[in-house]
């Protein structure tokens, strides 16, 4: 069994910086990949960012490509998203996910980011 942890949600405003964290624990030694998910209100859940657990090869929703980033931490078996240059319409709840393969087959609880013009 897997259990995905978020933290670092916040209110913040315009502008600002704000970074999420994930910690993974239980049966986490065949994880494949890491990323993030946000749902807004009304809008279907989507991707954020993902990181490739072995190699740490990274990928971004366009959304998120110059001011996000997602970073990993093996041996804490974390996963964090510094988000800089937030904008209204990164409000959401921010989930953590996790891939044992290329499919993400484990989610966390979510975290709020209100994102305050």
């Known amino acids: 069994q897997v259990q995905l942890l978020e933290s670092g949600g916040g209110l913040v405003h315009t502008g600002d910086s704000l970074s999420l964290s994930c910690a993974a624990s239980g049966h986490t030694s065949s994880t494949y990949m890491m990323g993030w998910f946000r749902q807004a209100p009304g809008k279907e859940r989507e991707f954020v960012a993902t990181i490739i657990w072995n190699t740490g090869i990274t990928y971004y929703a366009d959304s998120a490509k110059g001011r996000f980033i997602i970073s990993k931490d093996n041996a804490k078996n974390t996963v964090s998203l510094r988000m800089n240059s937030l904008k209204s319409e990164d409000t959401a709840v921010y989930f953590c996910?996790?891939?044992?393969?290329?499919?993400?087959?484990?989610w966390g609880q979510g975290t709020q980011v209100t994102v305050s013009s």
């Open positions: 996910a996790m891939g044992i393969g290329p499919q993400y087959t484990h």
